[in-house]
């Protein structure tokens, strides 16, 4: 089929095929409601110049003065359409003439807009406005009904507004009364047989996604790997002034199109589908050719389905007559969804867009987390599948009855708790899953619902574009449990693991800028949470990073304006990628950051590092990982009415940078008590907990894995042999299949404890038996504050219930600064050690010498940020000093981005300034040149 024919297939819309609504209108504009968008733009001295509608709903303007007086009204129409249209119009007028330059009534067509500088804007060349004329009176009194064909298609120009100019032509009262007056076009929603004629073609190029000879998933077009880099660029055409020719050596380049409805968190994409029977094709051709760096670069979109467009809602509401809610559970919602993914692969089918290879779906977030719709259990539908499913789950009331310990309830009648009201912890924050009942069931199903929705529209793609088409969720990544700044839930842990199994799924993408930008403090590398995940089932993990320099100058505080600190933001940024992810590194281009010379050759630099370290045999080489459960929210109650706060004035004299916003006690329990991962010196690992092999590591550390069944327990007993050491933080084995018991956290640590109820806060004071383990004397608190930028902060939070160490065999290296009760300790068994810390944090040193012990490799006994695999160790250092490298064998090193060779060695000896970002190449300068 030919593409004009496909974009400018002209139909009157009577039946709306795709969201199922009768009578769809292609009207652009109603004059009888554009009334209150009428203002005056000129009026002579002397002349008196109004309008009002009338009972019939036209509207008249009038004027009174001497012969010759003239008045000029104006009525914006906000419409970048392209097609062919019309105006029907039905108008009169009375003791009126026309001006010799314009007639009563017409249309303003404007020449579009160009940028020349940031500061200033000009027509397209050779372009003028164009006027269509639609009314001229020629007497005292005149009257006509009629149609004016115009167009838009040849894109340059775009409809401005109308303009009503009168002049008397005697000393009465002069009028024109518009009757009717509409805008309408020419849909080009293409027909079902040119849909499917253009799904029908056949893709010039053969995408698929396989694991390389290091066992990492990647991308291979014609059986070609792609880059591990790619560019995302803005489509707000002020930001893309960086020429292509700046961006070259990107394999893969990244867009979005907003196919709902505007979206405050992407201002910068405007909605294509404007109209039940258009779509801003054009919009979508522009958007692509700005997106690519070059020619025979490939194109990954993002398509946004946040919110619907304001003519769904109206149709919706029309043919329903109520209001409508925007839910997944909605199936008209679904039907549009599915129309925007089924109209947008078939254009780049039918327009030869060939490197288009994949298709990412962001339905809602906060930031880029992947939300549910905010009313989606408001939908009369969601009750009703939620019966269904517990139906499916229980298969009779009695079985109901029994899991809820309730005997007066059916299937049929009950209800989903609101997720605000959701479970309170029994025990403190712990809730089991047995006693929580339509609780836990309403959480369940929450997230199982969320994850079909998603999971059916992935399908979808698979079969509209024959399985030639990547699909991927952005956000999703709920593993890094950072949407914790209010006592909340995060629902997407749970719906995450279902996706990751989804045979429809191909590709995960997580914001980087989720990690601490500030210099030298933070967390960094967080996509480890999920790289693992995500490898070990054979699919891509994506990481993207904002190059916006301006909203790093809020993190930068005090070198809010140094050009430099942002470069080692980027760098620390993609050493963490490049040694964890599996997959691409995106960097969205920004106007504040695109232009600078610096930032280009830096990302360049990137570019050449990711090529050439796809050549090398590169594994992690890990013996440590931390175990994650991802259903962490379905034990543990966050209590809405308890958000932690401090008095700001506890913050008067403390240094700018350590301040930031309230945040809830989980935001401290989940995120930033991960902030020892990268300062142990190691190369680690991030897995599930059903995921774990025990026999792949010397040590691991359990993170909040409060749940352990009989097989998880399985899984960790088998651990426990070969001189290996088992880490268990605070309420780890809490929860068991039966009952909340400190006996469960026993079983695993093999540590008799005990169990308090109160609150405490999670500060540790050293034992005189900590200085014997680590061979030097310690005084810092080895606890909480440790982990935070905010000491102050930290005084606040406290945790229940809390455990103290009675275990008479064990050896006692830290007790509670509140109550002095034995924290922590260490068991050594004849095969095996354990290690118990009451505190979820635990200090990077005393981590390191635990680990150790075990027989693993440590690189470094600093406390910077550490990544490191069997090709690379990546470093970036908090403070000015001297740091000392131990490898595994003598090796010269080669800084990547200072071009250093530094002579071979087993223990290297550098200075390093600080707050700035290394990344060493383990071997000679020569072999990474011959790469």
């Not at 076009?185 to 995408?207: M, Q, R, W, Y």
């Not at 066992?215 to 930001?239: H, M, Q, T, V």
């Not at 254009?347 to 905010?374: K, V």
Request: net charge neutral; proline share 4%; hydrophobic share 35%.
């Amino acid at each position: 089929m030919d593409l004009k024919l496909f974009c400018q297939v002209k139909i009157f819309i009577t039946i709306f095929v795709a969201c199922g609504v009768a009578g769809a209108s292609n009207l652009l504009f109603d004059f009888q409601e554009s009334n209150q968008n009428i203002s005056r733009v000129y009026k002579a001295d002397s002349t008196d110049a109004s309008f009002f509608k009338k009972a019939d709903n036209s509207i008249e303007f009038e004027i009174t003065g001497d012969f010759g007086s003239r008045a000029t009204w104006f009525i914006p129409i906000d419409s970048t359409i392209v097609s062919d249209c019309k105006i029907h119009f039905e108008v009169s007028s009375m003791n009126i003439k026309s001006a010799k330059t314009n007639p009563n009534l017409f249309l303003m067509l404007d020449a579009k807009r160009v940028s020349v500088n940031s500061e200033q804007k000009e027509p397209a060349a050779n372009l003028r406005p164009i006027t269509i004329p639609i009314y001229s009176a020629e007497g005292e009194k005149d009257s006509v009904i009629g149609r004016i064909p115009f167009s838009t298609l040849e894109k340059n120009h775009i409809i401005k507004g109308l303009y009503v100019d009168m002049v008397l032509s005697n000393s009465r009262i002069g009028k024109l009364r518009i009757s009717k007056l509409q805008l309408s076009f020419l849909g080009n929603i293409p027909t079902h047989e040119a849909i499917n004629e253009s799904l029908a073609k056949e893709s010039s190029a053969n995408v698929e996604v396989r694991s390389d000879k290091n066992g990492f998933p990647g991308i291979y077009i014609d059986n070609k790997s792609l880059s591990r880099l790619g560019a995302w660029k803005s489509a707000n055409k002020s930001e893309n002034k960086t020429s292509p020719n700046k961006l070259k050596g990107y394999d893969i380049n990244r867009m979005v199109l907003n196919f709902g409805a505007y979206n405050e968190k992407f201002p910068d994409y405007k909605p294509v589908w404007n109209y039940p029977d258009y779509i801003a094709y054009d919009y979508i051709d522009e958007s692509l050719v700005r997106c690519r760096t070059r020619p025979d670069s490939f194109i990954f979109v993002d398509v946004l389905l946040c919110a619907a467009p304001e003519w769904w809602f109206s149709l919706q509401k029309q043919k329903n007559n109520q209001p409508i809610v925007l839910s997944d559970l909605n199936p008209e919602w679904l039907d549009y969804c599915r129309s925007s993914l089924k109209y947008l692969i078939a254009y780049m089918r039918e327009s030869n867009y060939d490197n288009f290879i994949g298709c990412s779906l962001i339905t809602n977030m906060e930031g880029y987390g992947q939300q549910p719709y905010g009313q989606r259990d408001a939908h009369p539908n969601y009750q009703r599948s939620f019966q269904e499913w517990l139906k499916t789950k229980y298969g009779s009331d009695s079985e109901l009855q029994k899991a809820w310990k309730q005997d007066s309830i059916s299937i049929n009648s009950v209800s989903p708790v609101p997720k605000k009201r959701w479970v309170k912890g029994t025990i403190s924050a712990f809730i089991h899953p047995l006693i929580g009942g339509v609780d836990t069931d309403s959480y369940l199903f929450y997230n199982e619902s969320w994850a079909e929705f998603i999971m059916s529209l992935a399908h979808h793609i698979k079969i509209i574009s024959k399985q030639n088409c990547l699909t991927g969720i952005v956000g999703g990544s709920g593993l890094y449990m950072n949407q914790l700044w209010r006592n909340d839930y995060n629902l997407t842990g749970n719906t995450l693991v279902r996706l990751l199994e989804s045979k429809y799924i191909d590709y995960f993408d997580m914001a980087i800028d989720n990690t601490d930008s500030r210099v030298g403090y933070g967390v960094s590398g967080m996509e480890g949470l999920l790289a693992d995940a995500v490898k070990k089932r054979r699919k891509l993990f994506f990481v993207h990073d904002h190059a916006n320099l301006s909203r790093q100058n809020k993190l930068l505080s005090r070198q809010a304006n140094d050009i430099t600190h942002h470069i080692q933001i980027n760098r620390r940024n993609f050493v963490a990628n490049l040694i964890n992810s599996t997959s691409l590194y995106f960097i969205k281009y920004n106007i504040s950051t695109s232009d600078h010379s610096n930032l280009t050759a830096d990302f360049e630099t990137f570019q050449l590092i990711s090529a050439k370290a796809k050549k090398l045999n590169s594994t992690k080489q890990s013996e440590v990982a931390f175990i994650l459960d991802p259903d962490v929210f379905l034990n543990i109650a966050p209590d809405n009415d308890l958000p932690v706060e401090f008095d700001k004035n506890q913050l008067v004299n403390t240094d700018v940078r350590y301040q930031s916003r309230f945040a809830s006690s989980y935001f401290y329990l989940f995120q930033m008590a991960r902030i020892m991962w990268n300062r142990i010196g190691v190369p680690y690992d991030v897995v599930l907990i059903d995921d774990l092999n025990p026999d792949n590591y010397k040590s691991i550390i359990l993170f909040n894995t409060f749940y352990i069944n009989e097989p998880r327990l399985k899984r960790i007993n088998d651990f426990k042999n070969r001189n290996r050491t088992l880490i268990t933080l605070w309420a780890d084995g809490f929860i068991s299949d039966k009952y909340l018991s400190v006996k469960g956290v026993e079983s695993i640590s093999n540590i008799a404890l005990k169990m308090n109820p109160y609150e405490k806060r999670f500060f540790l004071k050293p034992h005189d038996n900590l200085r014997e383990f680590l061979d030097r004397n310690i005084t810092d608190n080895i606890g909480w504050p440790y982990a935070f930028r905010e000491p102050t902060r930290s005084m606040k939070v406290k945790f229940s219930p809390t455990f103290e160490v009675i275990d008479d065999d064990a050896t006692i290296l830290a007790t509670f600064l509140d109550g002095g009760e034995s924290a922590m300790a260490l068991k050594i068994f004849p095969e095996w050690r354990s290690f118990y810390s009451g505190s979820p944090f635990v200090n990077p040193e005393i981590m390191r010498q635990l680990v150790r012990n075990s027989g693993v490799h440590v690189y470094s006994n600093s406390n910077d940020l550490y990544f490191i695999n069997s090709n690379f160790i990546g470093i970036h250092t908090l403070e000015n000093g001297m740091r000392t490298i131990k490898l595994p064998v003598e090796s010269k090193l080669f800084e990547l981005f200072r071009k250093q060779e530094i002579p071979s060695q087993k223990t290297h000896y550098l200075e390093m300034e600080g707050a700035q970002t290394y990344l060493f190449f383990i071997g000679d300068k020569d072999v990474w040149d011959g790469l």
